[in-house]
């Protein structure tokens, strides 16, 4: 299973930015699919998630109304759009996947893509 996530970079605050990632070696539809994200000194935290079928979505608040999730079940990918980014959205954001996880919330992740750095600059 293969996880691989694209698009991090650097940006000016108020920015946007699109994460892609890319699964292959699993059956995607069968998985809740998401995205966390480590800044330095701090532990992983939920970023987004999305259900099976894409047609429910979750964020966490600090996110919420500035990144939307979405998911191509034919493409086997996720994609998260972020808009009116902050200095405090800089991290390392993850792709993740949980095949037990019930609508968005995550249960337990299976799989983790390998992280790709997202810096916003004040």
């Known amino acids: 299973v293969q996880l691989q996530a694209s698009g991090g970079g650097l940006v000016q605050a108020g920015g946007s930015l699109r994460l892609s990632c890319a699964a292959s070696?699993?059956?995607?539809?069968?998985?809740?699919m998401g995205w966390f994200r480590q800044a330095p000194g701090k532990e992983r935290e939920f970023v987004s998630g999305?259900?099976?079928?894409?047609?429910?979505?979750k964020y966490a608040d600090s996110v919420k109304g500035r990144f939307t999730i979405s998911r191509d079940n034919a493409e086997n990918t996720v994609t998260l759009h972020m808009n009116s980014l902050k200095p405090e959205d800089t991290a390392v954001y993850y792709c993740?996947?949980?095949?037990?996880?019930?609508?968005?919330?995550?249960?337990?992740?299976?799989?983790w893509g390998k992280g790709t750095l997202v810096t916003v600059s004040s």
């Open positions: 999305i259900s099976r079928s894409g047609g429910r979505t």
């Open positions: 993740a996947a949980d095949r037990r996880g019930a609508g968005t919330s995550f249960y337990n992740v299976d799989f």
């Open positions: 070696g699993l059956t995607f539809s069968n998985y809740l």
